[in-house]
């Protein structure tokens, strides 16, 4: 069974730094796209930065020139490197990949179970 695993949250405060990591598991044998989203409390889940198998990266708007992704294809880990954040950006942040299932033979997307970053003031 495919599974995600995110670490990394935690308290930082404004002007501060995170690193996020998300590991793919189970029966894969291959990822394309690996995203982050984050969800604040009472709004939606957002897109926030993807990278492909390729490396090619996009970003939301919010987080152009703060926020890199990046991915280690032999660890099947997606990280997203947060710099100079600012308390908008405290959510629970959720790791999201597409994924050739070997046990299924199939492509489907996966969910982490979130981890949360806040940021004070």
């Known amino acids: 069974q495919v599974q995600l695993v995110e670490s990394g949250g935690g308290l930082v405060q404004a002007g501060g730094s995170l690193r996020l990591s998300c590991v793919a598991s189970?029966?894969?044998?291959?990822?394309?796209?690996m995203d982050w989203y984050r969800q604040a409390p009472g709004k939606q889940r957002d897109l926030i930065a993807s990278?492909?198998?390729?490396?090619?990266?996009n970003y939301a708007d919010s987080v152009k020139g703060r926020f890199t992704i990046s991915r280690d294809n032999a660890r099947k880990t997606v990280y997203l490197q947060m710099n100079n954040l600012k308390p908008e950006d405290t959510a629970v942040y959720y790791c999201?990949?597409?994924?050739?299932?070997?046990?299924?033979?199939?492509?489907?997307?996966?969910w982490g179970q979130g981890t949360q970053v806040t940021v004070s003031q």
């Open positions: 189970g029966s894969i044998l291959s990822i394309n796209i």
């Open positions: 990278v492909t198998s390729g490396d090619r990266t």
């Open positions: 999201h990949a597409e994924i050739f299932d070997g046990r299924y033979y199939r492509h489907a997307t996966y």
